[in-house]
């Protein structure tokens, strides 16, 4: 009696709406979410942490890796195909790599999904400065543990409708004509990410610069 507490909460403006995590009212169980086309790397290197968040993403339909430190995270990643991983979830404090250096090792580096892919944090690390220390490092999103799932599986489905149209695979068209090539690159562009070359030689050049391209559509007789 007579005692008074003052709690603050130091919540942080987004920096616009589409930002929110959209709350969905109709998912009421977790068995309705469906996380079916998530292909996750967990970086994460307690083994019950390990386990608890394989099975919350698994039992969604979740397909997923799991990484026991930041360095074999960063590799699992930097090594994987174009299209192999479309989300990774960070755990911070981890040894050997850190959450905030892997996440600056995969957003510096050539692999075609650096920039685009969603890096979201899972860490006890819950105060207003770790999340800016999470979003500086080039995160997209912070979670704090322990893991809500129906949280979880909401912020996974919000970054994966954000980044669905971002990854296209890659057409290389090869042919001199300049008209054909405007035409078939207005046709497919808004499906593909269409590279050109103008003749077998230069064709070669890109597809050895480009190890993930998915399909090549090539005249016969050119120079």
């Known amino acids: 009696q007579g005692t008074t507490f003052v709690i603050d909460l130091p919540i942080p403006l987004g920096n616009s709406d589409t930002d929110a995590v959209p709350q969905n009212p109709t998912l009421s169980n977790l068995e309705d979410y469906d996380l079916s086309q998530a292909r996750i790397l967990l970086c994460e290197d307690h083994p019950i942490n390990q386990k608890v968040a394989y099975k919350i993403l698994c039992k969604a339909g979740a397909k997923v890796t799991v990484a026991s430190d930041g360095k074999a995270g960063s590799d699992f990643f930097l090594n994987s195909p174009i299209g192999t991983f479309n989300l990774i979830l960070m755990d911070v404090r981890m040894p050997i790599m850190d959450g905030y250096e892997a ?114 559509i090539t005249d016969i007789v050119m120079p």
């Open 103 to 216: 996440t600056r090792v995969i957003r510096s580096s050539k692999h075609p999904q650096a920039k685009s892919i969603p890096i979201i944090a899972m860490t006890a690390n819950a105060f207003a400065e770790d999340v800016q220390q999470s979003l500086k490092a080039g995160m997209n999103d912070h979670l704090a543990k322990p893991v809500v799932p129906a949280l979880l599986y909401r912020t996974i489905l919000h970054y994966l409708d954000k980044t669905a149209a971002i990854i296209k695979k890659k057409v290389l068209f090869v042919d001199d004509a300049e008209l054909n090539i405007a035409v078939l690159t207005t046709a497919i562009n808004s499906q593909y990410d269409v590279l050109v070359a103008r003749n077998g030689q230069e064709a070669l050049a890109v597809l050895d610069a480009n190890q993930d391209i998915a399909a090549i």
